[in-house]
């Protein structure tokens, strides 16, 4: 400020000799040494004011930056997005919160589930039996009640694996069991800390194993694992559009087990139906409304029991993604069984979904998933 008011004043003493000279010269009648006055008092007179305007122009500048800085601190733009779900988190620290995958009973008697509303991802895949079995990938929410929880399987493993996820199960088949020690996973087998589940006495066993997160992040924490790295998928705005799917159904297994999903235009979700019936969560009496639906084309088999159904996880396969009301076919692929699942359109690019809770249900035949307006 100093510097610029003694630059000021230089001027403002220059521009009054200036005034002496000319006032001779006027006196003198020397045309000639008065427009060469004029010109130069231009000059100076120019060079006060582009000195007086460009000192506020740079500190306005400062205060945008000063006040956009404080937006950014204090409004919107400093929340983070969640990588497992796209959605926005008020809360920094839960941006790397431990995943947590839980193995998810679909049987009659599991019905309705608690905490299915609150997971980010659903993995829907066939077991033995003609029973369907879920995997619900939880981050930032936090349900009270979790369950029933069940054994793990091999096919699973593949899909956690790469949300650096600890898994949460009652034992599992032979294969699974081998498999969570060779793939190092982050293991919170029931057998090996009951103290953090509690059975239902209003369910029967083997259906009536629960827990809460609170309950299953302590028992993250006793375990070390504290964090979870991983790349999430690709997210979008909502772009809502005339529905040419309105209705999705998968056909897995008996009338019990076939799912129906219809459309909401008011929520651009999912609203899903089991069994005829909406199939609801027991924690919040709300019906479950994914997002995003996923059917994945895998080629299905048995584990080496010749009991337990299997499935190829890696490599690359059909897929069908229902979100705003529409299908849009692509390609899944899978390098490994650590690898993060890819998603690419019809033409090759990065396929992207609505932020919210995605659905991926597990298909081996091209009737096993049909769609309608």
Request: aromatic share 10%.
């Amino acid at each position: 400020m100093k510097k610029m008011r003694s630059s000021h004043l230089g001027l403002l003493s220059l521009t009054s000799r200036f005034f002496k000279k000319l006032q001779k010269n006027i006196a003198k009648h020397k045309l000639y040494s008065l427009a060469i006055s004029i010109f130069f008092l231009a000059g100076f007179f120019g060079i006060l004011l582009f000195l007086n305007k460009d000192t506020p122009q740079k500190n306005s500048n400062s205060s945008a930056q000063t006040n956009q800085k404080n937006i950014t601190l204090n409004g919107r733009n400093n929340f983070s997005t969640s990588p497992l779900t796209g959605q926005m988190l008020s809360d920094k620290s839960l941006i790397d919160h431990q995943v947590t995958a839980v193995m998810i009973d679909n049987s009659l008697s599991a019905r309705p589930q608690s905490g299915l509303a609150q997971a980010g991802i659903i993995f829907e895949a066939l077991t033995e039996g003609g029973v369907t079995r879920f995997m619900a990938l939880y981050q930032e929410s936090a349900p009270n009640l979790i369950g029933p929880i069940r054994s793990a399987r091999p096919y699973f493993l593949d899909y956690a694996n790469p949300f650096d996820a600890s898994l949460v199960h009652v034992g599992g088949s032979p294969q699974a069991l081998l498999d969570i020690k060779s793939l190092k996973m982050k293991d919170l087998d029931q057998l090996n800390n009951a103290s953090a589940y509690q059975r239902a006495g209003n369910r029967t066993a083997p259906s009536n194993v629960f827990s809460s997160f609170t309950g299953l992040d302590e028992y993250n924490k006793k375990q070390n694992y504290l964090k979870s790295s991983f790349q999430g998928f690709s997210h979008k705005s909502d772009v809502s559009q005339t529905p040419t799917a309105g209705t999705i159904d998968f056909l897995l297994s008996s009338q019990f087990y076939n799912s129906e999903f219809k459309y909401s235009a008011s929520t651009n979700s999912y609203l899903r139906f089991q069994g005829g019936a909406k199939q609801i969560d027991a924690l919040n009496g709300q019906q479950l409304s994914p997002k995003v639906v996923i059917s994945m084309f895998v080629s299905q088999a048995y584990d080496p029991d010749g009991k337990h159904t299997s499935y190829s996880t890696t490599g690359q396969g059909k897929l069908y993604v229902f979100q705003d009301g529409i299908m849009s076919p692509g390609t899944w692929r899978k390098n490994d069984r650590k690898s993060q699942l890819e998603f690419t359109d019809q033409y090759g690019l990065p396929m992207k979904l609505n932020s919210g809770q995605l659905w991926i249900t597990l298909v081996s035949n091209d009737g096993d998933v049909t769609f309608k307006p």
